[in-house]
């Protein structure tokens, strides 16, 4: 049962993280020059494509926290009902972590797209004429 447990807690942190960064970033825009933040080459040209960034994907990560948070507890749930030996419970929580490091990763696309759609090549906004 301990192991059960430990793998719950690690694989509720993934959730967690999108929820309280994705909050974070909704929020409170980190710098350009700050230790963290989304930094890709096109967001980093300016403050607003900055801001956009960390905006759109803080927004895009809640989204994904409140998603991944009851699915990650109910598979955990399933696991506790059904009892299944260590490394069926190990590798179901393995899957269920790249499921969610994939959301994470993923995530850069629309962000990236969307930076794309509103921000020329320089950081500077899109008219509405472009």
Request: hydrophobic share 45%; charged share 15%.
């Amino acid at each position: 049962m301990g192991f059960w447990f430990f793998l719950f807690f690690c694989d509720m942190l993934i959730p967690a993280t999108f929820l309280g960064v994705g909050r974070y970033f909704t929020h409170h825009t980190p710098g350009r020059n700050s230790a963290f933040g989304y930094r890709t080459p096109l967001s980093s040209k300016s403050d607003e494509a900055n801001a956009f960034a960390c905006q759109y994907i803080g927004r895009l990560w809640w989204r994904i926290g409140l998603v991944s948070l009851p699915v990650t507890v109910l598979v955990f749930l399933v696991l506790l009902i059904l009892r299944p030996d260590k490394d069926a419970t190990g590798w179901v929580s393995f899957w269920l972590t790249m499921a969610e490091c994939g959301a994470m990763l993923l995530s850069i696309l629309p962000t990236e797209l969307a930076l794309h759609r509103n921000f020329n090549k320089d950081g500077t906004p899109r008219g509405p004429e472009e």
